[in-house]
């Protein structure tokens, strides 16, 4: 009774903010600060000391069963708290069960690829859950923000039209399709920060010695481009938001709401696979139960 409470309770907190259909999605009907039915951070840790090793109970099965996949796609602006989710949301899952891929600026290597290709070969295999903090979705972010990128990648000139975006959109419709065909699980997650707050950590990763080494002097300047990045964002959830790889814009001004939505996003997803522990055949028991006569003989 009471893990369907908690699992009821993880799909209240985070339907809100899933995007399953994105032809009307507009950024701005999503507050940054929202905290929505939860009072202040004090209730929303109550709520996660209440469902303690829920979500480790569920990767374990998805561990066990080796069927499924989880993927998380992690994507936000400078300092929204991306590193923040990923070690406090998964601070109790078994790290054998679990893969963190930060992407940065392509090497080589990477860009004498197809642009999808350093991602697909770090898709999590069956049985684990594979965390991408920043992705594939930096092709329509940065990369438009900052058309010359595109040079690097070596495209033929007569592909790189007006198209290009619409046609990266439907690339990553089509990757993602295929990934659930194959068992892959996919939540994308856009930590949705305000340029105050922004600014807010930034000062303090000036001031702080603690948090000097997290300050890039690239980050602010992408701050300059926020405007160009908030559309890009906007657009991307557009044409990207589908039923099989939902976006869940996550208000991430309050860094404990974001982590506690974005736990219950993942809950609720793992539950909806019906996910249970292997039985074993009868000539398997039967091994067992001898084995288990004989170190009780011992």
Same mark, same amino acid.
């Given at each position: 009774?009471?893990?369907?409470? /908690?699992?009821?309770?993880?799909? #209240?907190?985070?339907?809100?903010?899933?995007?399953?259909?994105?032809?009307?999605?507009?950024?701005?009907?999503?507050?940054?600060?929202?905290?929505?039915?939860? @009072?202040?951070?004090?209730?929303?840790?109550?709520?996660?000391?209440?469902?303690?090793?829920?979500?480790?109970?569920?990767?374990?099965?998805?561990?066990?069963?080796?069927?499924?996949?989880?993927?998380?796609?992690?994507?936000?602006?400078?300092?929204?708290?991306?590193?923040?989710?990923?070690?406090?949301?998964?601070?109790?899952?078994?790290?054998?069960?679990?893969?963190?891929?930060?992407?940065?600026?392509?090497?080589?290597?990477?860009?004498?690829?197809?642009?999808?290709?350093?991602?697909?070969?770090?898709?999590?295999?069956?049985?684990?859950?594979?965390?991408?903090?920043?992705?594939?979705?930096?092709?329509?972010?940065?990369?438009?923000?900052?058309?010359?990128?595109?040079?690097?990648?070596?495209?033929?000139?007569?592909?790189?039209?007006?198209?290009?975006?619409?046609? #990266?959109?439907?690339?990553?419709?089509?990757?993602?399709?295929?990934?659930?065909?194959?068992?892959?699980?996919?939540?994308?997650?856009?930590?949705?920060?305000?340029?105050?707050?922004?600014?807010? #950590?930034?000062?303090?990763?000036?001031?702080?010695?603690?948090?000097?080494? @997290?300050?890039?002097?690239?980050?602010?300047?992408?701050?300059?481009?926020?405007?160009?990045?908030?559309?890009?964002?906007?657009?991307?959830? /557009?044409?990207?938001?589908?039923?099989?790889?939902?976006?869940?814009?996550?208000?991430?001004?309050?860094?404990?709401?974001?982590?506690?939505?974005?736990?219950?996003?993942?809950?609720?997803?793992?539950?909806?696979?019906?996910?249970?522990?292997?039985?074993?055949?009868?000539?398997?028991?039967?091994?067992?139960?001898?084995?288990?006569?004989?170190?009780?003989?011992?």
């Amino acid at each position: 009774m009471k893990y369907q409470k /908690q699992i009821k309770e993880c799909e #209240r907190l985070s339907a809100p903010y899933c995007v399953t259909k994105g032809e009307k999605f507009c950024l701005k009907d999503y507050d940054t600060n929202d905290t929505g039915e939860v @009072k202040n951070q004090e209730h929303g840790e109550k709520i996660i000391a209440n469902r303690a090793g829920l979500l480790t109970n569920l990767q374990e099965k998805l561990y066990a069963q080796d069927r499924w996949a989880l993927l998380l796609v992690i994507q936000a602006m400078d300092a929204a708290g991306k590193d923040g989710v990923i070690k406090h949301v998964m601070s109790g899952v078994n790290p054998q069960g679990c893969d963190v891929h930060s992407f940065k600026t392509p090497s080589t290597e990477e860009l004498n690829h197809d642009y999808l290709w350093r991602a697909h070969s770090r898709v999590p295999e069956r049985g684990m859950i594979g965390i991408f903090n920043r992705s594939y979705y930096e092709e329509v972010l940065v990369v438009r923000v900052h058309p010359k990128i595109l040079e690097a990648q070596k495209l033929p000139n007569p592909l790189i039209t007006k198209h290009i975006w619409e046609q #990266r959109y439907e690339d990553i419709n089509a990757f993602e399709h295929y990934l659930t065909h194959n068992g892959i699980v996919i939540c994308k997650f856009f930590l949705h920060v305000s340029k105050k707050e922004q600014k807010k #950590r930034f000062l303090e990763r000036l001031e702080d010695s603690k948090k000097n080494w @997290k300050f890039s002097m690239a980050d602010v300047k992408e701050r300059g481009y926020w405007k160009d990045y908030q559309e890009a964002y906007e657009e991307l959830i /557009q044409n990207t938001a589908t039923k099989h790889a939902p976006w869940y814009v996550i208000p991430a001004d309050n860094k404990w709401y974001t982590q506690l939505i974005v736990a219950s996003a993942i809950i609720s997803t793992l539950e909806e696979l019906d996910l249970s522990f292997p039985d074993v055949d009868k000539s398997k028991k039967k091994e067992l139960e001898s084995v288990r006569k004989s170190l009780v003989r011992e």
